[in-house]
């Protein structure tokens, strides 16, 4: 059971891409990606929370060791750095956030698996409570509130067009020199000079990439509206014949 936690951490809110359009044309389909989506994101954060605490852990570098939580709601998932009997430290705790958001979104597309999802996901630092209570056996109360899950949630919002992208939404942190050159902290790139955001490209290993991805990917979207755009103009034009 997720533990009630209230302090500053970092939230991630992550959703599967076209969930309602699998519920309209099949239930079934829609049926076997949430039981995917829960069982990736339970097995990433049991094995990302174990990593933390191994001998050979990539997060040794710290000397603190917090844990990553997941509440799943429906096709969404909002995840959280349980940090509050620890020392701040925003460079350790988005390191094991970026690591479970590349694994289970590297799980879930897995051309070997069948029902590959793609999800958005927005990613925030601010205030968080979690408050889990059960009052009986018949109900419980669980909720979750404050700025940089709000944050997060309208984020994503914004990615709606962007499927596969991940957005870390601050600036507002800094990375040792001897970390940038290192994953997962090699794989964040400005969205822009006004935004100062950062997309997160979790598909690649190698950052030398990252530019030619997003040209590609961007590309790829124009086309595909050029596409749409001709088949309207053909529809209309016959119509009017």
């Given amino acids: 059971m997720v533990k009630s936690f209230e302090g500053n951490t970092w939230v991630a809110f992550i959703d599967i891409s076209g969930f309602k359009q699998m519920l309209t044309k099949d239930v079934k389909q829609a049926e076997r990606a949430l039981e995917k989506f829960y069982k990736k994101i339970s097995t990433e954060v049991f094995t990302i929370n174990n990593t933390i605490n191994s001998s050979s852990s990539p997060y040794e570098i710290y000397s603190d060791k ?10 969404a998932a909002v995840l959280f750095i349980d940090n509050q009997n620890l020392a701040e430290n925003k460079t350790r705790d988005l390191h094991i956030m970026l690591d479970l958001i590349k694994s289970v979104n590297l799980s879930l597309i897995d051309p070997a698996k069948k029902t590959q999802i793609m999800t958005t996901c927005a990613i925030d630092y601010g205030h968080f409570k979690y408050d889990n209570k059960s009052y009986n056996i018949h109900i419980t109360k669980s909720f979750f509130y404050g700025s940089a899950y709000v944050n997060a ?13 991940c957005r870390v939404l601050t600036s507002d942190f800094t990375i040792p020199e001897m970390l940038k050159k290192s994953s997962p902290f090699n794989l964040l790139s400005q969205v822009n000079s006004v935004e100062k955001n950062f997309d997160f490209y979790w598909m690649l290993s190698d950052p ?34």
């Fill in 66 to 75: 917090p844990s990553i939580n997941s509440v799943v709601v429906s096709d």
């Fill in 153 to 165: 949630y309208l984020g994503n919002g914004t990615l709606s067009d962007r499927t596969g992208f």
């Fill in 208 to 241: 030398e990439k990252i530019v030619t991805f997003r040209d590609t990917y961007d590309n790829v979207a124009q086309s595909l509206y050029t596409q749409i755009a001709k088949l309207l103009s053909t529809e209309l034009k016959d119509g009017e014949v």
